[in-house]
């Protein structure tokens, strides 16, 4: 049934003349319908944030009640007088709860009814009418038209009407961009396709780096410990070596090796593999065809994060994903027998007690294998130092 026709006949607002259209549209043999069709999956054009828009709705009304709803209590020769339009509410279809005017939206509904009534959005029975879509929008999103029309029969001379909510013609307003869902630069707020979809050529969720030329993209990469990154060859033929310098013929050292093996590459991309990293470390690979490493074709992964994990250094980082080497020894204080990191009584003590010492001396300042006068001067000669 195309009953709900009046769900869009009138489904753009009211207005008065100020943006015209035709009503010329060919409905064949049909005695009801409206253009653009939602129930043949149809719907507005889409409209771009910030430029002028312009969409046409037709509609047409029938001669009798019956042509719009069969289950309605009227003899099948009762005709439609008329069909007014009461009020449009445009429904976000992303929050159910925010719900706007056509004029929050930057657009203006226009009903034409080629004069036939002194109210522009009320349309008689048993004639085709327009209404048009202008402005410039102002806000992105994907919108729904709920509207409340009135139809009208004449009951022995007197007009009867009876309200009916409708909500079926889409509007979608955003900008141009990426629509496809696959595409690694989809733009859920595209309402055009420009053309500039990418696509992931190996399907997967993760860090894409490229082999391009004699290069990869993303040559220096720091990801999470557990991450997955894989290559994509846009031309040329080259591999993904992370385990022997090709140039030197000795291992990286790696903290596990890894490595994709030889593909020809396409301007479209093609997959060449991924790895997934879950041992943290500095990761070092090329591509060993030929001489693309020796033309810089070398790439480095951190994965997680590096520093100090010997917790008796003065720069231990309890954060370290792994050992990078940085670790700082705590220098001990010259002087400092006992280990406090200060040279105080608790130093001189000791030394005191083994002062005259010649043979297997524990206490011996400078080096010298005995315990005597000099061990002395150099401990007072820092005494009240704090490391």
Same mark, same amino acid.
């Given at each position: 049934m195309k009953n709900i026709l009046l769900s869009g006949i009138i489904i753009l607002l009211c207005g008065s003349g100020y943006s015209q259209?035709?009503?010329?549209?060919?409905?064949?043999?049909? &005695?009801? $319908?409206?253009?653009?069709?939602?129930? !043949?999956?149809?719907?507005?054009?889409?409209?771009? /944030? *910030?430029?002028?828009?312009?969409?046409?709705?037709?509609?047409?009304?029938?001669?009798?009640?019956?042509?719009?709803?069969?289950?309605?209590?009227?003899?099948?020769?009762?005709?439609?007088?008329?069909?007014?339009?009461?009020?449009?509410?445009?429904?976000?279809?992303?929050?159910?709860?925010?719900?706007?005017?056509?004029?929050?939206?930057?657009?203006?509904?226009?009903?034409?009814?080629?004069?036939?009534?002194?109210?522009?959005?009320?349309?008689?029975?048993?004639?085709?009418?327009?209404?048009?879509?202008?402005?410039?929008?102002?806000?992105?999103?994907?919108?729904?038209?709920?509207?409340?029309?009135?139809?009208?029969?004449? &009951?022995? $001379?007197?007009?009867?009407?009876?309200? !009916?909510?409708?909500?079926?013609?889409?509007?979608? /307003? *955003?900008?141009?961009?990426?629509?496809?869902e696959d595409a690694v630069n989809y733009n859920p707020e595209a309402v055009i396709d420009d053309g500039s979809c990418e696509f992931n050529a190996c399907n997967l969720d993760g860090i894409a780096v490229s082999a391009i030329s004699f290069e990869f993209t993303d040559a220096d990469l720091i990801v999470n410990v557990g991450d997955l990154v894989y290559w994509v060859n846009y031309g040329g033929t080259h591999d993904v070596n992370g385990d022997i310098d090709s140039q030197t013929g000795l291992s990286f050292g790696n903290p596990e090796a890894f490595g994709m093996p030889t593909i020809s590459g396409s301007p479209d991309g093609v997959c060449m593999g991924s790895h997934t990293f879950t041992i943290p470390g500095v990761y070092t690979y090329d591509c060993s065809v030929g001489s693309h490493a020796a033309l810089g074709m070398v790439g480095t992964i951190t994965v997680g994060v590096g520093g100090c994990m010997d917790s008796s250094a003065s720069n231990y980082n309890s954060a370290a994903d792994y050992e990078d080497g940085s670790c700082e020894s705590v220098v001990a204080c010259f002087g400092d027998i006992d280990g406090d990191y200060s040279v105080a009584i608790p130093d001189l003590l000791p030394l005191l007690t083994a002062y005259g010492c010649v043979e297997g001396c524990s206490i011996d300042l400078n080096g010298d294998g005995l315990t005597t006068v000099i061990d002395l001067l150099a401990l007072l000669t820092v005494f009240g130092n704090i490391c």
């Open positions: 259209c035709v009503a010329d549209y060919d409905f064949g043999d049909d &005695v009801i $319908g409206i253009a653009p069709d939602p129930y !043949q999956g149809e719907t507005f054009d889409p409209a771009i /944030i *910030g430029e002028p828009y312009l969409d046409v709705l037709h509609m047409l009304i029938p001669e009798f009640v019956l042509e719009v709803d069969p289950t309605l209590p009227f003899s099948p020769t009762t005709t439609l007088d008329s069909v007014q339009l009461i009020s449009m509410v445009m429904v976000d279809l992303d929050d159910s709860l925010s719900l706007y005017s056509p004029e929050d939206l930057g657009l203006i509904v226009t009903c034409y009814n080629n004069g036939d009534s002194g109210y522009p959005c009320t349309f008689l029975g048993n004639n085709q009418y327009c209404a048009t879509v202008t402005g410039t929008p102002t806000t992105s999103g994907h919108f729904r038209a709920d509207i409340t029309i009135k139809g009208y029969v004449l &009951v022995f $001379g007197f007009p009867f009407g009876q309200e !009916q909510l409708f909500g079926s013609l889409i509007i979608n /307003i *955003g900008i141009e961009g990426c629509m496809d």
